[in-house]
């Protein structure tokens, strides 16, 4: 056993010990075993997040439901928009349901608008009446099952993860695979169907925008808001589906009340964009199913906001902003990548299917492993923070963190060397990410005299180490300046560069 693996065992038993169950047993009775499903009750909490390194994220909920969404370069995480994918199975009573599980019973009392009955939310449609989540990371697995529908239904949901790649592991994108097969004797003809208000509103001016086999949310810019502009758009790849752009126009629940009653009676409907800000818009996937047969419909998104108001650190005395040879805020990496979201989407749809083949790969090996059941699921839980608002990259392809996030923000600004410095997977799964926080540790962070503010600015730039530009100024940290030091040895040992 290696000095790495020793550790990992020792840190994960403290772990361990401080559960009062190894087994994880709820007060129903029910159990979780470490590494596998989760059902019950263990799955009301469950948020998988779906998005690249410093991206922004979705999350696909242990039900299947989508939440907190975060796509504008911060922590949303009470997001969760009207947004869904549903099933009509023809011919079937009750064969309609939204494709995800129960509802956890804490989402109806005691969040915003609750005691008006939820509205804008899916809530009160039928769904499955269960649903079981494993997690193997990248990839989130959803198992749906109801005695009404005659179909196995399950759900995985990925975003690209590659090992040194990088870039394509920072894509604004993510999957949502719906597989369907058929146990019966019989065939099943059926509509697959995905619906979404435009949660990127944040105006009047918003729009719903045509799509390749699909539909884009549109909220553009302006001189005083730029950062407002924003695009999330779903499409199908590889079958042929029906648009609506624009649900019913009517008062008060008419939209969402004639877009149930459409998904009910498994009806395909078309509408066009429609001039002005449009209520919400949907796309339809009918399907048929001889027995034994399945089907797998692959629902790509892909989103991008290239402007930000994030702007952390004191400039050096004397200096203006302009004169820091950097951007006022920070640009996000995909947004020097791709020159505007047709572009991105255009790359998506060409690489999908290789893009996931490597990431496949990647968590075939990692399971494979012969660590405890307990250590793998700690180290994969912890991997998901790389996919969240917790990071952020920025347009020359550096990492730049925060501590964490708080509901609506990132918390504690700047790759804080005294926390960062304690993180292992970067180094060792995209080295150069890593060696691009001592770029800036050893650079713009660094005073001529030698010494490191443990806050890096944003974008990054020349720090200031005037103690009365930010009372942290005063402070070193010793853990972080010298943690750097042993870890440009440890960049060296990985990377093989004596140059």
């Known amino acids: 056993m290696n000095l790495r693996t020793h ?36 799955l009301d909490r469950v948020a998988f997040p779906i998005g690249g390194i410093g991206a922004g994220m979705i999350a696909l909920e242990g039900t299947g439901a989508i939440s907190h969404v975060s796509v504008r370069h911060k922590m949303d995480f009470f997001n969760e928009p009207c947004m869904f994918a549903a099933l009509s199975v023809k011919g079937v009573e009750n064969g309609s349901k939204v494709l995800e599980g129960p509802v956890p019973k804490w989402k109806y009392f005691g969040r915003a608008l609750t005691g008006r009955g ?31 529908v005659p179909l196995e239904v399950k759900i995985t949901g990925w975003s690209p993860f590659i090992p040194r790649d990088p870039d394509n592991s ?3 994108v993510g999957m949502l695979e ?3 097969t058929n146990p019966t004797s019989g065939i099943v003809e059926a509509v697959f169907s995905y619906h979404s208000r435009n949660f990127m509103a944040m105006n009047r001016q918003a729009e719903i925008r045509p799509l390749e086999n699909g539909f884009l949310l549109f909220q553009p810019g302006s001189e005083k808001n730029p950062e407002y502009e924003g695009y999330f758009g779903f499409f199908v790849e590889g079958d042929k589906a029906t648009v609506d752009h624009c649900w019913f126009m009517g008062s008060h629940f008419d939209d969402f009340t004639l877009l149930w009653e459409t998904i009910e009676k498994g009806l395909v409907r078309a509408n066009p964009p429609c001039d002005g800000s449009a209520p919400g818009a949907s796309l339809y996937v009918p399907f048929e199913l001889g027995p034994g047969e399945s089907k797998t419909i692959h629902l790509g998104i892909a989103w991008y906001v290239p402007h930000t108001t994030l702007r952390y650190g004191q400039d050096p005395p004397g200096i203006t902003e302009e004169g820091c040879g950097a951007l006022l805020t920070h ?3 995909y947004a020097g990548r791709f020159a505007d979201f047709q572009e991105l989407v255009s790359y998506w749809k060409k690489n999908i299917f290789s893009l996931r083949e490597r990431t496949d790969k990647f968590s075939e090996t990692f399971y494979q492993v012969s660590l405890p059941d307990e250590v793998i699921e700690a180290v994969a839980a912890n991997l998901t923070i790389l996919k969240s608002p917790t990071v952020l990259r920025q347009t020359d392809g550096r990492l730049w963190a925060f501590e964490g996030c708080s509901d609506d923000r990132g918390c504690c600004p700047g790759s804080c060397t005294h926390v960062w410095n304690y993180a292992q997977a970067i180094a060792h799964l995209f080295p150069s990410l890593e060696r691009s926080l001592r770029q800036t540790e050893f650079n713009e962070s660094q005073s001529e005299y030698g010494r490191q ?3 890096a ?26 943690g750097g030091i042993m870890k440009i040895h440890r960049e060296w040992r990985i990377s093989g560069d004596t140059e």
């Open 178 to 180: 719906y597989t369907f």
């Open 118 to 148: 939820s509205p804008r939310t899916s809530y009160g449609l039928p769904r499955f009446s269960e649903a079981a989540f494993t997690a193997r990371f990248p990839f989130g697995n959803i198992q749906l099952d109801d005695p009404d």
């Open 453 to 455: 503010t443990f806050r």
């Open 7 to 42: 550790l990992i065992l020792v840190l994960s038993l403290f772990f361990v010990v401080l559960w009062t169950n190894a087994e994880g047993q709820q007060d129903n009775g029910s159990t979780h075993r470490f590494n596998g499903p989760y059902s019950g009750a263990y």
């Open 170 to 172: 920072s894509l604004p």
């Open 457 to 482: 600015t944003l974008p990054i730039r020349p720090a200031s180490h005037d103690p009365a530009d930010y009372l942290e100024n005063r402070f070193a940290a010793a853990d972080g300046q010298l």
């Open 331 to 333: 640009v996000p990496w």
